[in-house]
């Protein structure tokens, strides 16, 4: 175990002197740090160029999505997440996320210096421990899909003998894998957002319309995604390499956003989702075995990372440096408190949920093993005296912050499968697969609460339920127009605020430099 934690840090170490020492040559207008010389004679000639790329782009992702609470706001924004009424200092953010007040968390000062906020300093503390700041800047972003462009043109390009023909081919996927991924992220975060797929790109461009950039990156992943593995020999790279299952996820995402902005060619986009659940299953679960469902008293392996029900996460580990700068960045810290986590510096939880809504996804009289293996007998309250263990292993006598942000596994894929197929009309063959994840949990099968007998209701309210905590539910209800409903979120917008832009993030104005060609979003100026 020393000896592959010492390689693994020897690894990450080369990729980022690797990264260090060259430069990355990438356009102004991005204002995305320089790469060069990755095209020279004296690189790009042996697998392990290839790889210490690889695992540099992998890097750069991390901290594209580490840098600040952006997987958080994914539960916080227009959710019934809350500050708990016994926290101090008062994490006022939660209140600006739920309520969409985007303005007031960007505006806080890191430094806690900007004059008369709010009247008191102590209510600007949380930008340091959070840095919604930082997500308006998209760059970080950029530098991992102009690192995926030049590893796509370099490998195709290596000579013959330095790469076997699958091996090169598996370089290529992961790249374009990574592209998507990141196009994904931005397009969720902004709505329309430049699109290159160049290396070396140095043009000025405009916003791309999102739907646009999605369907190009289907196209170019459904190319390519079955030359990833669907899984790894070599256990250090599960979960956090790509992986076809990840693709294949990723691919189900995208197009069931597709179907949410693009109403007139929504069954086209869920008949895909069908096909690409069926692949997942038929192929990688039951044909390759490659994945599983994990017991739910098992829920903090999957958490952990590299568990046969991942398909794609970030690497995080206290053990080996790879953590983020701040402990609150992460969703996990602010459900928990000491002294069962030592590490907290509260006696309660910072993050509280709305109890009525917590009462609605977990009816009292209901059955659900979820409310005692990720709760306790406090699942209700709203002090902060409650705790959220799924990112734990409570039987544990020290608590580690060691879970891998999960951006996709399996649940998340077989429940996205039951709504297309609901959308489609079969809801006989979508409540089968709602009642996979229900019997795992050990819950009341459907159609049993929640969602009042609704099978799309009650996709959603299990989605919500069963990926608390993983930064998915404010993208589904802005997918599916439920943040317009009053019955699913607190704080919903109106049908013009919507479309006026409403739920995309601010575009940091930094993004208009150099580039004539370069609009922000209006809702937000």
Not at 57 to 71: D, G, I, N
Not at 441 to 447: E, I, K, R, T
Request: aromatic fraction near 14%; proline fraction near 5%.
């Amino acid at each position: 175990m020393i000896n592959r934690i010492t390689m693994k840090k020897t690894i990450y170490l080369l990729a980022a002197l690797l990264l260090l020492s060259v430069n990355f040559s990438c356009k102004k207008f991005l204002n995305v740090e320089p790469l060069s010389k990755l095209s020279g004679n004296n690189y790009w000639k042996t697998e392990g160029d290839a790889e210490g790329f690889a695992l540099g782009m992998y890097r750069s992702f991390r901290e594209a999505t580490m840098q600040s609470v952006l997987f958080e706001i994914g539960d916080t924004r227009c959710g019934w997440a809350i500050p708990s009424s016994k926290g101090y200092p008062p994490r006022i953010d939660f209140t600006y996320m739920a309520t969409n007040n985007l303005k007031m968390a960007i505006a806080a000062r890191a430094d806690r210096s900007l004059p008369g906020y709010e009247a008191n300093a102590i209510n600007e503390w949380f930008q340091l421990n959070s840095r919604y700041d930082l997500i308006q800047k998209w760059a970080p972003f950029y530098k991992v899909i102009q690192s995926a462009n030049i590893m796509v043109k370099e490998v195709a390009a290596m000579p013959d003998g330095a790469l076997s023909p699958a091996k090169k081919k598996q370089y290529i996927a992961e790249a374009v894998f990574m592209r998507c991924v990141s196009y994904f992220f931005l397009v969720r975060l902004f709505g329309d957002v430049p699109y290159y797929t160049e290396a070396y790109n140095q043009d000025a461009l405009p916003r791309t319309n999102m739907v646009k950039v999605l369907k190009s990156c289907l196209e170019d992943l459904g190319a390519v995604k079955n030359d990833l593995p669907w899984t790894y020999n070599d256990p250090t790279f599960k979960g956090i390499r790509a992986m076809r299952g990840g693709a294949i996820d990723l691919m189900m995402h995208m197009n069931m956003w597709c179907a949410g902005f693009d109403a007139g060619n929504a069954p086209a986009y869920y008949t895909q989702v069908d096909e690409l659940g069926n692949e997942l299953q038929d192929i990688g679960v039951d044909q390759q075995k490659a994945y599983r469902l994990m017991p739910i008293e098992q829920t903090y392996l999957i958490m952990f990372g590299k568990s046969q029900e991942g398909l794609f996460e970030i690497q995080l580990s206290d053990n080996t440096g790879e953590n983020t700068a701040k402990l609150r960045y992460k969703y996990s810290f602010s459900v928990v408190h000491n002294p069962f986590f030592a590490s907290s510096d509260r006696p309660v939880s910072e993050l509280v949920y709305n109890a009525d809504f917590m009462k609605k996804i977990y009816p009292e009289s209901g059955t659900d093993k979820r409310k005692t293996v990720w709760f306790d007998e406090n699942i209700y309250d709203q002090t902060g005296v409650w705790q959220f263990y799924k990112f734990y292993n409570r039987a544990a006598l020290v608590q580690f912050s060691d879970d891998n942000p999960i951006i996709f596994r399996l649940a998340d894929a077989i429940l996205l499968h039951a709504e297309a197929l609901a959308e489609l009309g079969r809801d006989g063959e979508a409540a089968t697969l709602l009642n996979v994840i229900r019997a795992r949990a050990g819950a009341d099968l459907y159609p049993a609460n929640p969602g009042e007998g609704k099978i799309k209701d009650a996709i959603f309210l299990e989605r919500a339920k069963e990926l608390m905590g993983e930064g998915h539910h404010f993208y589904d209800l802005v997918r599916t127009r439920k943040i317009l409903d009053p019955k699913f979120t607190p704080n919903p917008l109106s049908f013009s605020a919507f479309q006026a832009g409403a739920w995309t993030w601010p575009i940091d104005p930094s993004a208009t430099i150099n580039n004539p060609y370069m609009t922000l979003n209006n809702y937000w100026r």
